[in-house]
């Protein structure tokens, strides 16, 4: 409404003008103060809710009664806000822990696996890749066996001679001591020789565990070759290449042979 010009308005006018506004803004004060209460009220507390003994708990915070249970918090509403669920137990942590440590050591595997795999297809692109790695750990364990066949070999032939030189004092017709120096060569012969057919047996067996690695090896590379998914193929065999490498190395095949004094020395 227009108001009256200023110092002109009368006591009257004034008068009227007051019992025309004042509803106005009483009106005005109505609504605005319900929403400036509401918007300063803090928020609403939670609503928690829980069974216990059959019967509604309901509380403002987590109930210590209901830890083992599962607990409801709601809205203003009474709408589900979310569910709480119980506090586990000792034993129950300690299970998913273990739970959650064997997922790691099989996703850990698993990724050991692929990896392995992988490497394995790029060490040997192809099966004449891996004969070949085959045939040169296979070569060195021939050579070995050739060092362990030559020094049996020379052993057997000292042993015929210190054989017959024991002949003199032990035969059919005479019965003598042997002599001490002459008794401590037969002695380490003997065990030498003992030794070194040892180290041709263990020989013979690695020979046959590399070729059987190196057999597992080809029949996992052939799978990986026709499309399977590294990894996807269970646990892996040892490698064959690292391990004819290591397995191949001769032992030291420097014989002890007893000198004229009895000592030893290497030959």
């Not at 506004?21 to 507390?45: D, H, K, N, V």
């Not at 004449?128 to 057997?156: F, T």
């Not at 180290?199 to 690695?213: G, H, M, P, Y």
Request: charged share 30%; with cysteine; hydrophobic share 35%.
């Amino acid at each position: 409404m227009p108001l009256p010009p200023i110092g002109s308005a009368t006591a009257s006018e004034a008068t009227r003008f007051g019992k025309r506004i004042w509803p106005l803004l009483l009106a005005a004060l109505a609504i605005a103060l319900p929403q400036a209460t509401r918007a300063a009220e803090p928020l609403g507390r939670p609503i928690i809710q829980c069974e216990l003994n059959g019967k509604k708990v309901t509380s403002d915070r987590l109930i210590p009664e209901c830890y083992n249970k599962e607990q409801r918090e709601l809205n203003t509403d009474g709408s589900l806000k979310r569910i709480i669920p119980p506090t586990p137990t000792a034993d129950e942590l300690a299970a998913k822990e273990e739970k959650d440590r064997e997922a790691k050591l099989v996703l850990a595997t698993r990724s050991e696996a692929v990896r392995r795999d992988r490497n394995l297809m790029q060490r040997f692109p192809d099966e004449a890749a891996h004969r070949k790695a085959r045939e040169k750990s296979l070569d060195e364990l021939r050579i070995a066996g050739k060092i362990y066949a030559d020094r049996i070999a020379e052993l057997l032939i000292d042993k015929k001679k210190l054989e017959d030189d024991r002949y003199f004092y032990k035969n059919e017709r005479v019965n003598k001591p042997v002599p001490t120096q002459l008794q401590q060569k037969i002695d380490a012969n003997d065990a030498l020789l003992e030794a070194q057919k040892s180290l041709a047996q263990n020989q013979v067996a690695e020979t046959s565990r590399i070729n059987d690695l190196f057999d597992a090896e080809l029949a996992r590379l052939r799978k990986l070759w026709g499309g399977a998914q590294p990894g996807s193929l269970g646990p892996l065999p040892q490698q064959a290449g690292a391990t004819a490498k290591a397995g191949a190395t001769p032992a030291a095949v420097s014989a002890q042979t007893p000198d004229a004094a009895g000592k030893t020395t290497l030959k």
